[in-house]
């Protein structure tokens, strides 16, 4: 495949999203891109944080209401400055996506514990400290919606993911533990689930003949899944549509078996 694929398919309006403020984290490139873009174009007030600065701040400046904080991640104290700057700027919080993640490969015999350590960092920590984050904004403001970027890559046994296939199974257990503790403030918890969305990293360096035979193989549905589609479900659930769906995941992988 060359690039990724143009899909285009009539969005939908939320009325509820119009000037609520929104907060991505990992928003710069592939599924987060699209995620803040479909914000935006709901007339969220976004910011996001990445630590691709140029990536983040070309994408910010193509659009209206958004704002970018560069942020590596895995540095707690920075990502809680970034986003208490972000949700000032969009005066206050009323929506998080906990998107930001790496899915570099390893072999078990290689994995040391620096290496755990730091993957973690990356695709566990930072969404529980940018959850912890957001709360005194969303509670404020009487309620809230987060959304968990999960992955099917653990349900379907991927090979040289274990760590980060762990991480992203805890994405479940984080979304249900938290569904129950900050229901009472109606803020709402859930788990998006995505199947291989073609991303430009994905389709650098991972999918090739094989992968696309893999996707014809498994998908009951014919064509590729983009990162629109994941954002779609993504909005749905920030929404006052879902207002009372939480703790739940959501899987968006073409029917993958
Ligand atoms: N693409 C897929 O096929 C797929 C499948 C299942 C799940 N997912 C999940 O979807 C989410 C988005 O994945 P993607 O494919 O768009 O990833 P991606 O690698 O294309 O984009 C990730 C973004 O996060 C940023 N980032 C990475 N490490 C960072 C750090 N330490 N600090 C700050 N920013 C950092 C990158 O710069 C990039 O902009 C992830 O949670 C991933 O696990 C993706």
């Not at 990356?122 to 970027?149: C, Y």
């Not at 274990?162 to 984080?174: D, I, N, P, Q, R």
């Not at 249900?176 to 109606?186: F, I, M, Y």
């Not at 899944?225 to 968006?252: K, S, Y």
Request: charged letters at 20%; hydrophobic letters at 45%.
């Amino acid at each position: 495949m060359t690039g990724v694929p143009q899909v285009h398919f009539a969005g939908a309006a939320f009325h509820s999203l119009r000037g609520q403020g929104v907060i991505v984290t990992g928003g710069a490139g592939g599924i987060g891109a699209d995620i803040v873009r479909a914000f935006a174009e709901q007339g969220c007030r976004v910011g996001f944080v990445d630590r691709d600065a140029g990536a983040g701040a070309a994408l910010a400046a193509g659009l209206e209401g958004v704002h970018f904080e560069p942020c590596d991640v895995t540095d707690v104290p920075a990502l809680q400055a970034a986003i208490a700057r972000l949700a000032e700027a969009a005066g206050g919080v009323d929506v998080l996506v906990n998107n930001v993640a790496n899915d570099q490969r390893h072999r078990i015999e290689e994995v040391t514990p620096a290496y755990f350590d730091e993957r973690i960092a990356v695709n566990l920590r930072p969404h529980f400290f940018a959850t912890q984050a957001v709360l005194v904004s969303m509670r404020a403001r009487g309620g809230g919606s987060i959304v968990n970027i999960g992955s099917g890559s653990w349900k379907n046994k991927a090979r040289g993911l274990a760590v980060y296939a762990t991480a992203k199974s805890a994405m479940l257990g984080f979304t249900r533990c938290l569904a129950r503790e900050l229901g009472p403030d109606r803020i709402r918890v859930n788990c998006v689930v995505p199947g291989w969305v073609m991303t430009e990293r994905q389709l650098a360096l991972w999918v090739d003949a094989e992968g696309e035979a893999e996707m014809d193989r498994n998908h009951c549905l014919p064509g590729r899944i983009v990162g629109r589609d994941i954002a779609h479900m993504v909005l749905f659930l920030a929404a006052d549509t879902a207002r009372m769906v939480t703790a739940q995941e959501f899987v968006v992988d073409a029917g993958w078996d």
